[in-house]
């Protein structure tokens, strides 16, 4: 019996033959996802069918990049279809309960390999039930008027990788802002022209529906994030061993992304944060330019781009491979505290809650400790007090999924299928000081899973794995 995979293989090579194009069996990097399988996309369409009603929902893929770089689609037309083809749209009918994609001819075959492009085989592999010329979408768009239905499209501006919602929407506002620039986000364009074609056509924000489908994870999404985060633990832990002083900055970065690349990731999810000495207290510091020396603290977060999905974990480590005495009392009391944050995460209660109760456990921690600095001190009872009082910082960390800062709703309690990080820091200013630890926590039914664990952080921990040679000496 055939499999779904050489029933698509073959469908694609006759197809090729029959049109007098190279057969759409591409290798390496697909145009259609192998993220997911069909019926996850179709879920999610559907799911969207449910709130939008009787409706349509119409999304736009993202342009053809405009330098000799990889095309990545924009995640929220990624999240609803899998297809990596420049310039596609998106037609979700809630009435009719169908999908439609939209396709413009291929356009490089000749230079970039097989293209996705409009008919039957398209319809296959993608599992979307029409794929039709690009062209026609403005008969359909006609249709919607005529039938004075409402349409629901993205406000927001689209993300891509590398970037999240704060970026891309900062960005859009400063161009249309901009006195010598002045023009409007390609949504905005987009909803104009669409409201200019269809006038009877009432308009509605997508972005909402999506947001809320996105905040909580599949389980195949959560296994994909399990591997980012894998990818993202074997990054740092290469950097770890790569540091030492004399060595630069951006020397552990590299080493880091070697790993990525190794395990078949896109590209970064953000820039490299390796930072180093007085850099430490820049939360988003990369330059990456300065050298690495004996005594320094690294603080170092890093992640990948992985099949559209991303991590994000952070690490401290001391350059030369071991903490001074001053150093490991200042991590050790922040590791504790940090921890004992993590301890009181549970499914069903609420940030306040997890803060009252990482409150009591950071203050018996704090009164057995036994302090020899009275700046650590006071930075140890500065960071649990904004748990004591009840007013964490950054709402203990962020939402994590297809952005490093990913969508996010607003909620009474953690639900389980989040995905989010802690990252709370501790510093002491009047040192240029600063330390930042970061995992990734995922709320379960029961409890919560620390996808990160596996990536050293205790003192003897570290220390052990910095005394293993880096990628430099080991090639």
């Given at each position: ?107 490089r075959e000749r230079y970039n390999g097989p293209e996705l492009g409009p ?13 039709v010329d690009r062209d026609t979408f403005a008969a359909s768009l006609a ?232 700046k650590i001190k006071e930075a140890a009872v500065k960071f649990a007090a ?90």
């Amino acid at each position: 019996m055939l499999t779904r995979a050489i029933v698509v293989s073959l469908l694609l090579v006759s197809f090729g033959f029959a049109q007098g194009r190279p057969a759409l069996v591409a290798q390496g990097r697909p145009y259609f996802t192998d993220a997911f399988p069909p019926e996850e996309f179709a879920a999610r369409r559907r799911a969207v069918m449910d709130r939008i009603g009787d409706a349509v929902a119409v999304i736009q893929g993202a342009p053809e990049m405009s330098a000799e770089v990889a095309f990545r689609q924009n995640n929220h037309f990624f999240y609803l279809t899998g297809v990596e083809v420049p310039r596609a749209i998106l037609v979700i009918d809630g009435a009719s309960r169908r999908s439609s994609l939209y396709l413009g001819p291929p356009r490089r075959e000749r230079y970039n390999g097989p293209e996705l492009g409009p008919g039957e085989p398209a319809a296959t592999i993608t599992g979307i039930e029409s794929v039709v010329d690009r062209d026609t979408f403005a008969a359909s768009l006609a249709q919607f008027n005529d039938e004075g239905r409402a349409l629901f499209t993205p406000f927001r501006a689209e993300v891509r990788g590398g970037g999240s919602v704060g970026e891309a929407t900062g960005h859009a506002r400063a161009t249309t802002g901009d006195p010598w620039d002045g023009r409007p986000s390609r949504e905005a364009a987009f909803r104009e022209r669409v409201q200019k074609a269809a006038p009877r056509v009432e308009l509605k924000d997508l972005d909402p529906i999506l947001d809320a489908m996105r905040f909580i994870k599949s389980p195949r999404e959560i296994a994909l994030m399990r591997e980012a985060t894998r990818i993202t633990g074997l990054g740092i832990m290469e950097a770890m061993r790569e540091a030492a002083p004399g060595k630069y900055e951006y020397e552990l970065s590299a080493a880091a992304e070697w790993v990525f690349r190794r395990h078949n990731s896109q590209g970064p999810a953000y820039f490299p944060l390796s930072a180093t000495g007085p850099n430490t207290v820049y939360s988003h510091y990369h330059r990456g330019l300065r050298k690495l020396a004996d005594g320094d603290i690294v603080q170092f977060d890093y992640a990948p781009d992985y099949k559209y999905y991303t991590s994000d974990v952070s690490r401290v480590f001391p350059a030369n491979g071991k903490f001074t005495p001053r150093q490991r009392q200042l991590y050790t009391i922040y590791l504790r505290l940090y921890q004992a944050l993590m301890s009181s995460i549970k499914p069903s209660i609420t940030i306040t809650q997890v803060a009252a109760d990482a409150g009591k456990k950071m203050e018996e921690i704090i009164t057995a400790f036994q302090f020899t600095d009275p700046k650590i001190k006071e930075a140890a009872v500065k960071f649990a007090a904004q748990y004591q009082t009840g007013k964490p910082r950054s709402s203990l960390g962020h939402a994590l999924g297809m952005e490093v800062h990913d969508v996010t709703v607003r909620r009474d309690s953690f639900q389980p299928g989040e995905i989010f990080t802690i990252e709370p820091p501790i510093s002491i200013p009047d040192e240029n000081l600063a330390m930042r630890i970061e995992d990734v926590i995922l709320i379960t039914p029961t409890g919560i899973e620390n996808m990160s664990a596996f990536v050293p952080i205790e003192v003897e921990a570290i220390e052990k794995l910095m005394r293993e040679p880096g990628v430099g000496e080991r090639r």
